[in-house]
């Protein structure tokens, strides 16, 4: 019960607890749906990630790495390397050049330790 006056959060609203494995199983159809269909339509993929962002805030999901780093985060337009992102790799870093707005993205990448002797 709240106390009178108050509105209730989302923290208060409980969601079943199946939700978030569907909401992450819709995010990922909706990324390979913008794959397949880029080269035809690039608006579709765009609202294809639009609307994996808008479930993944609503249902409080975390994108997956892999998803992540095929979009641009400041115009939020689907990337395909080549086709409209641009691809550098410096010292262990990569960079991603959105050729919609030109913006970068910088993440880590580490190396594997795996040595063959």
Request: aromatic share 10%; net charge positive.
């Amino acid at each position: 019960m709240t106390p009178a006056g108050y509105a209730l959060t989302m923290k208060d609203k409980k969601r079943p607890p199946s939700i978030k494995p569907l909401a992450r199983e819709r995010i990922a159809v909706l990324f390979s749906q913008a794959e397949k269909v880029y080269h035809e339509h690039p608006g579709y993929s765009n609202r294809y990630v639009a609307l994996a962002r808008k479930i993944s805030m609503r249902e409080r999901v975390r994108i997956e790495p892999v998803f992540r780093h095929r979009f641009c985060h400041h115009c939020y337009r689907y990337m395909v390397p080549g086709a409209n992102m641009r691809v550098r790799v410096h010292h262990g870093w990569v960079a991603v050049t959105c050729l919609e707005c030109r913006k970068t993205t910088r993440y880590r990448v580490e190396r594997s330790h795996d040595h063959k002797d």
